[in-house]
Nanobody
């Protein structure tokens, strides 16, 4: 099980930190990814990180603004989001997959053995 938290309403240019907490699985064996789905759009993989944390992928629209990280000791992953834009408004999902794909594959192919329920992020003034 993975559960997201940290979403909310933020003004353009603001920041949010999303968390993805795992239970019943040892997150250190899994690659983790953050995905989002805006109204009327397809789900997209925006950032993925491998189990050891030394391989990271960012989708172009978030590169330089978002930072993915993980703390295996806490069984938790994070997505730090800065310089938020209205187009970042979406439901954000966390996924964990047994570490057998590249981070690019995980994000582009939406690979996940476990998916969270999502947390809403709204960027609006």
């Amino acid at each position: 099980q993975v559960v997201e938290s940290g979403g909310g309403l933020v003004q353009p240019g603001g920041s949010l930190r999303l968390s993805c907490a795992a239970s019943e699985i040892t997150l250190g064996y899994y690659a983790l990814g953050w995905f989002r789905q805006a109204p009327g759009k397809r789900r997209e993989g925006i950032s993925c990180i491998n189990s050891s944390g030394d391989s990271i992928y960012y989708e172009d629209s978030v590169k330089g603004r978002f930072t993915i990280s993980r703390d295996n000791a806490k069984n938790t992953a994070y997505l730090e989001m800065n310089s938020l834009k209205p187009e970042d408004t979406a439901v954000y999902y966390c996924a964990a997959v047994w570490d057998r794909y590249t981070v690019r594959e995980m994000c582009s192919q939406h690979r996940g053995d476990y998916w969270g329920q999502g947390t809403q992020v709204t960027v609006s003034s």
